[in-house]
C-alpha cells in the first residue's frame, strides 16, 4: 500500500533557530499533501494543505511566515518552522493524497522539542 | 507494532438511523485514542478524543466508547444526517510512550436521504 514518511522523526533545538521537516510519498504520487500539528492532550488540528506547485492554503491562526510550506515536487512537501520557540513544541504530522483517489495516508510524525 | 483496523471499511445507511463504527488496536498501551472525519479533498476534522482513563466522549450526536482491555473503540452517530457522510478514521499511539500515530483505514459512511 501507499507510504509516506516523515523526516526527522524526532528533533531537538534551540530557540530561535529553523527546523525543516520533509515529508514524502515514497511509492505515489501527492498533488495535495496536508501538515496537521498536536500539542499534548490535544486533538490533531489542521496547519495547512499543501498542494503541488502552488501556494498553501493555512488554516485560521496559523502564521504563513513562520510554518513555510513547500511543495515542490509530487511526492515531496516541506515543512519549515521559522525561528522556532518552545510553544512551537508539538508532534507535527503529514498526509498525503493520491492523484486518483481521495485516500489520505499519513506520515508517522515528527516531535518537535524548542529548548 | 501496533496495528489499527477499522470494520466495516464502508457503510451505507438510510437518513435517521443510528450506528456504529468500529475501531480495534493492537498494542493496548495507549495513552489515548483519537476519532477523525475525513471529507474528500480536505484534511482531517479532529471530532473526539479519549484519553486512557477515560471511557467515553460524547460530542452532539457522537459518542466515542474505548475500551483498552479488549483493544477497541466504537464511533456512535446517532440519528445519521446526508451530512455525516464522510470518511471516519481511528488513530492511535504507534506504540506505549508513541508520539507517532497509527491510522486505521477508515470506515467510509454514506447516508441516504
Known amino acids: 500500500g501507499a507510504v509516506v514518511s516523515q523526516h526527522p522523526s524526532w528533533v531537538i533545538c534551540k530557540s530561535g533557530t529553523s527546523v525543516k521537516i520533509e515529508c514524502r510519498s515514497l511509492?505515489?504520487?501527492?498533488?495535495?499533501m496536508f501538515w496537521y500539528r498536536q500539542f499534548p492532550k490535544q486533538s490533531l488540528m489542521l496547519m495547512a494543505t499543501?498542494?503541488?506547485?502552488?501556494?498553501?492554503?493555512?488554516e485560521q491562526g496559523v502564521e504563513k511566515d513562520k510554518f513555510l510550506i513547500n511543495h515542490a515536487s509530487l511526492t515531496l512537501s516541506t515543512l519549515t518552522v521559522t525561528s522556532a520557540h518552545p510553544e512551537d513544541s508539538s508532534f507535527y504530522i503529514c498526509?498525503?493524497?493520491?492523484?486518483?483517489?481521495?485516500?489520505?495516508?499519513f506520515g508517522p510524525g515528527t516531535r518537535l522539542t524548542v529548548l | 507494532k501496533q496495528e489499527v483496523t477499522q470494520i466495516p471499511a464502508a457503510l451505507s445507511v438510510p437518513e435517521g438511523e443510528n450506528l456504529v463504527l468500529n475501531c480495534s488496536f493492537t498494542d493496548s498501551a495507549i495513552y489515548n485514542l483519537q476519532w477523525f472525519r475525513q471529507d474528500p479533498g480536505k484534511g482531517l476534522t479532529s471530532l473526539l478524543l479519549?484519553?486512557?482513563?477515560?471511557r467515553e466522549q460524547t460530542s452532539g450526536r457522537l459518542n466515542a466508547s474505548l475500551d483498552k482491555s479488549s483493544g477497541r473503540s466504537t464511533l456512535y452517530i446517532a440519528a445519521s444526517q446526508p451530512g455525516d457522510s464522510a470518511t471516519y478514521l481511528c488513530?492511535?499511539?504507534?506504540?506505549?510512550?508513541?508520539?507517532?500515530?497509527?491510522f486505521g483505514k477508515g470506515t467510509k459512511l454514506s447516508v441516504i436521504p
Open positions: 511509492d505515489f504520487q501527492a498533488t495535495t
Open positions: 488513530a492511535a499511539p504507534s506504540g506505549a510512550g508513541s508520539y507517532q500515530l497509527t
Open positions: 479519549i484519553q486512557s482513563s477515560q
Open positions: 499543501s498542494n503541488e506547485g502552488s501556494k498553501a492554503t493555512y
Open positions: 498526509s498525503a493524497e493520491g492523484g486518483n483517489t481521495d485516500t489520505q495516508y
